[in-house]
């Protein structure tokens, strides 16, 4: 079945809820079978702050958001989004939809425009760092919540009350080299021992969530490694 093209989010229409979005998404296989926080629990305000409180106090935040680079089909759509395809959509850009995890998804309502994130391929045979974006739009609802056809329906989410948010996200460009995860984690053995930058890095201390915040000391450090040779 052929890859149905994505739709370009950026101050686009109302969906109709009864029909299919016609676009792949990114949620990601490890992270939609996390379990849900229950309803009744901690306010989304409290859910806010704690973001916040784990993203730091540095006024310029950085991130990890990971996507599948290889085709899988879920509710006979094809949910692959590599950095590839997000260089191919108009303006480089798209929103970052198919979120379904509530930490996950409060990080995405803790970005600002003009912080960077990482692009991750995950779920393939080699996953690991592809390059880099940027957040180009704040956090608004997630249009596929509300979409019958999408494989991120969720009939439980209502239009005056929407439970999922998206943010749009630019391509800046690859990374020298792809840094894959085998190499990440070899330096996070090395600086767990050492104290080094990758000591807590949330890609192996919070491995489930598709969206991760990073503290200076983490982006600087991987970013470095585009210009070594692979160890």
Partial sequence: MPRRAKRACRNAPEPDPEMPSGKRT??????????????????????????????????SRYWLMKSEPESRMEKGVDVKFGIEDLKAQPKQTACWDG????????FLRAMKVGEEAFFYHSNCKEPGIAGLMKIVKEAYPDHTQFEKGSPHYDPSS????????????QFIRMTKRFIPLAE?????????????????????????????????GEFDFVLSLEDKKPS
């Fill in 26 to 59: 990114k949620a990601m296989k490890t992270e939609t079978s996390d379990k849900l926080v229950v309803e009744g629990g901690p306010s989304d305000s409290t859910k806010k702050a704690q973001a916040a409180k784990d993203c730091g106090n540095e006024s």
């Fill in 99 to 106: 979120v379904r995890n509530y930490q996950a998804r409060n």
């Fill in 184 to 216: 990440l984690k070899v330096h996070h053995q090395a600086h767990k021992a050492s104290g080094g930058p990758l000591e807590n890095m949330a890609l192996f201390t919070r491995q489930r969530l598709s969206v991760q915040p990073l503290t200076k």
């Fill in 158 to 169: 209502k239009k005056d009350n929407p439970k999922w948010s998206v943010v749009d996200v």
